[in-house]
């Protein structure tokens, strides 16, 4: 019998979800402090990195969780009964202290250079972890990154589900994780300006928690000043659910009831996320 913790969730599921949200932002992190405290890379380089985190994190968990990596994909699955209600917060928690204890690795392991490129740990490196509206110089409010942020996310749920609906064409060989990570990428590439594509909570709240408490005293606000934590948090996870269900509404129930014969068993994973970034 599967270990279980005290909400009633298998210990392992928990595990799997904090390890694979871990590997996510190791690599996510990772490549922001580069690029914005040692200008080592680009834009691109954050959105390949983002995207290979991705993928590398839905490789650790899925077997065990389902990889969703992404309180929004968790909440958007339990809404349209895919997924027990019961283990949403069980995982979000997991999802969202993977998120924080990488962040905590990499800010340790970038201190010295973080410390170089911005003394003050102000607002000019407050973006390697958490997102800021714009990016934090373009000119957009915290309504226009909510905006973004419910756009984007539905985006990443409406093409995670046709990615891992076996009623469909879903990519064979074990490569959907792989898929997933490219679609992360492409919302980087495209849908990156207007609030840093965070589309998910975990991945954004978990490291700015991590970095409030080791010295980004302005970690809860933007660049205006605005309170604009809970922007990447709700906007998420209105974004998975409407993603979610206009799949369902536009393709998934015009699909046939059953797979093909010839498909291989549906994948143990239901998506992943970003992401940042994803």
């Known amino acids: ?3 279980r913790t005290k909400t009633g969730v298998p210990a392992g599921e928990l595990a799997a979800e904090f390890a694979g949200t871990l590997i996510l932002i190791l690599f996510g992190i990772g490549v922001v402090a580069q690029v914005a405290a040692a200008e080592i890379g680009d834009h691109d380089s954050i959105a390949w990195a983002w995207g290979l985190g991705v993928t590398l994190g839905v490789y650790v968990a899925a077997r065990i969780s389902g ?4 309180p929004a994909v968790t909440l958007s699955l339990a809404v349209f009964r895919e997924f027990p209600w019961r283990k ?3 995982y979000a928690a997991a999802q969202t202290l993977g998120a924080f204890v990488a962040a905590l690795i990499v800010r340790w392991n970038y201190s010295e250079v973080l410390a170089k490129a911005d003394p003050g740990h102000t607002i000019k490196t407050q973006g390697v972890f958490s997102t800021l509206p ?5 000119p957009v409010g915290t309504w226009g990154a909510f905006r973004d942020q419910v756009i984007g996310t539905a985006i990443l749920l409406f093409v995670i589900k046709a990615v891992t609906d076996v009623r469909n064409a879903p990519p064979l060989a074990n490569l959907a994780p792989f898929i997933i990570g490219l679609l992360v990428v492409a919302i980087g590439m495209a849908f990156g300006t207007d609030a840093g594509y965070a589309i998910n909570p975990a991945r954004d709240f978990g490291p700015r928690l991590a970095s409030y408490l080791t010295g980004y005293g302005s ?4 660049q205006h000043g605005d309170l604009y934590f809970w922007v ?3 906007g998420p996870l ?3 659910v409407l993603g979610a269900g206009l799949y369902k509404v536009l393709i998934g129930r015009f699909l046939p009831a059953e797979a093909p014969p010839s498909s291989q068993p549906e994948p143990e994973y239901e ?3 970003d992401p940042t970034h994803g």
């Open 1 to 3: 019998m599967a270990e």
């Open 67 to 70: 990889a969703h990596l992404n």
């Open 88 to 90: 949403v917060a069980p």
């Open 134 to 138: 714009g990016n934090g110089s373009l």
């Open 219 to 222: 970690a809860w606000r933007d």
């Open 232 to 234: 990447p948090i709700v």
């Open 238 to 240: 209105i974004g998975g």
């Open 271 to 273: 998506t992943a996320g």
